[in-house]
């Protein structure tokens, strides 16, 4: 939650504090909301007023909730080491995913998705190849080299790795 969803939410929960005080007055036998109300009713332009902190107050809701909704952010990968916690964030594995992917010949341009799974992380590559490359055996080399690497910088087994060829390039490799 972002720190204006975070002022957003506090300023609804002041007003909804406000009109269940003036909810309970009236209950107990209170006139004194009767007469504040009849006092403003009388205002000009009081309608559009209320008209418009009813659509606030609606629109301020549905952020409340969607906030509430939208999925966290990207959070660490968390492991206990012996003197306490090592963490790694998914940006992390991220980059390094895509400067393994940019060292495999054949591939032009690389960008990387990496997701907390129930059984460890799993990794999606999207790729721009060379036009004079296997596809399937890149695809396949890479996956590998992938899930070897991040094991060996990481400690992280991944267990997932889909690569998305996005498009293949119009250049063919250079001979260096």
Known sequence: MSALDRVIAIAYALAGLVA??????VLGGQTWPARLYTALKEQPGFLETALALLAIS?????????????????QAVVQEGSLGQIRITLEAIESLVEKIALDQRGIKEARS?????????????????????????????????????V??????????????????????????
Do not use: C, F, H, Y
């Not at 269940?20 to 007055?25: D, E, K, P, R, S």
């Not at 629109?59 to 909730?65: E, F, K, N, S, Y």
């Not at 999606?124 to 080299?145: C, E, F, M, T, Y």
């Open 20 to 25: 269940a005080l003036v909810t309970t007055a």
């Open 58 to 74: 609606a629109l301020a809701g549905m952020r409340i909730i969607w906030a509430g909704l939208k999925p966290a952010k990207k």
């Open 113 to 149: 998705t990496v997701k907390t799974i129930p059984q460890g992380i799993g990794i999606r590559v999207k790729a721009v190849v060379a036009p004079d490359v296997s596809i399937p055996q890149l695809s396949g080399n890479l996956q590998n080299v992938i899930a070897d690497r």
């Open 151 to 176: 094991l060996q910088v990481t400690g992280i087994e991944v267990k997932d790795i889909r690569i998305v060829v996005s498009n293949i390039s119009a250049q063919k490799l250079r001979v260096e």
